[in-house]
């Protein structure tokens, strides 16, 4: 069992740049899930996939973010034109049938 | 839509010493009930869950957990804390019976353990 692994862990940008990461999930895990963490608060969900298809999206995912998982493995989430709000640390989580999700070490953005 | 609060930002403890982090949930129903670890700039770890059945849960790392349905909480215990165990402790619901898999966070307890 490698874990879900998120490249990259660190990503400095300047405003108006757009980034990409990216969550390879653990291999038997159907269930994929992105959420976002400011400083000292917990978690927020983003979006979830099962398989290939994004089933839920949260309102927090405006218009400037998009996220694929092309054949149901790996996923990318993209934010376009970043901004200052942005910078947050983008966690990734996957799970198999059951409930229980098991996350990456994260993606820390600081937007510049 | 279920919520989760953790009523206390920060706890001391002596190392050795006994720890209970507090977590009442908001939910219709009987919902899914889980602990997370997160030590500083990494993601977070599964410490126990409950699902069903006994209401007192083992996870790892010597922690368990109390879910008491009337009272709407999931308290975190371990009867003798180590240093290893300073971190931020999140409470995390998810809801039961729905096509609703994600979770909903508290906002955490950062626990510091002195000498």
């Known amino acids: 069992d490698t874990g879900v692994s998120q490249n990259p862990r660190h990503k400095i940008t300047k405003r108006g740049q757009n980034v990409t990461f990216r969550c390879d999930p653990i291999s038997e895990h159907n269930r994929l899930y992105w959420y976002r963490q400011t400083l000292g608060q917990g978690p927020e969900f983003l979006t979830y996939f099962q398989n290939e298809a994004q089933l839920e999206k949260s309102r927090l995912l405006s218009d400037r973010f998009s996220a694929e998982r092309p054949k149901g493995s790996f996923s990318t989430l993209e934010i376009q034109r970043t901004e200052q709000g942005d910078s947050a640390m983008y966690l990734c989580a996957s799970s198999p049938i059951s409930y229980e999700q098991y996350f990456g070490p994260g993606t820390r953005l600081t937007v510049t | 839509a279920q919520s989760v609060t953790q009523p206390d930002i920060h706890i001391t403890v002596s190392e050795g010493a006994s720890l209970e982090l507090r977590c009442n949930y908001s939910?219709?129903?009987?919902?899914?009930l889980f602990w997370y670890v997160q030590s500083p700039g990494q993601g977070l770890q599964l410490l126990l869950k409950y699902f069903s059945g006994d209401t007192l849960v083992q996870g790892i790392k010597g922690f368990e957990a109390e879910f008491k349905r009337s009272q709407s909480s999931f308290n975190l215990r371990k009867p003798s804390v180590h240093w290893s165990d300073a971190a931020e402790y999140f409470c995390a619901v998810g809801a039961r019976g729905s096509n609703d898999y994600k979770l909903s966070f508290g906002a955490g307890t950062t626990v510091t353990v002195r000498a």
């Open positions: 939910y219709g129903a009987t919902p899914y």
